[in-house]
């Protein structure tokens, strides 16, 4: 019996996996959170400084020291500011359609020195 039930249920996990892996799991809990909170869709200021990150909303303000993001990865029309390489940590997306070229060049600059690029 043990020789029958053990590749079955090895079998049914190694079918699962990419399905229970994929990305489209993520995609759907974040559709989940943002029906659920419509805070996160308003509009927001955000100003990088030195000193950190600073928000505000119509909802307030908040800042955020450097050691809150020690990660970010550049895409062709975003920066992302990663808490942790982890799956699920914090990331706050900044789109480059709000930046001309000098305000891209300072950004990256600023990211350089409190932060660490990822591939």
């Known amino acids: 019996m043990l020789v029958v039930v053990v590749p079955v249920a090895v079998g049914f996990s190694l079918l699962l996996r990419p399905l229970t ?4 799991i993520y995609r759907l809990q974040v559709r989940q959170i943002m029906r659920g909170n419509p805070a996160l869709s308003q509009p927001m200021h955000v100003m990088v400084t030195e000193s950190g990150v600073h928000f505000s909303s119509a909802t307030g303000q908040s800042t955020t020291s450097w050691a809150q993001y020690p990660l970010h990865v550049e895409t062709d029309r975003s920066f992302a500011l990663l808490a942790s390489q982890r ?26 020195a409190h932060s660490r690029r990822l591939p």
């Open 21 to 24: 892996h994929g990305s489209w």
């Open 87 to 112: 799956r699920g940590g914090a990331v706050l997306v900044l789109p480059k359609r709000g930046l001309d070229a000098a305000g891209s060049a300072t950004l990256r600059s600023l990211l350089a």
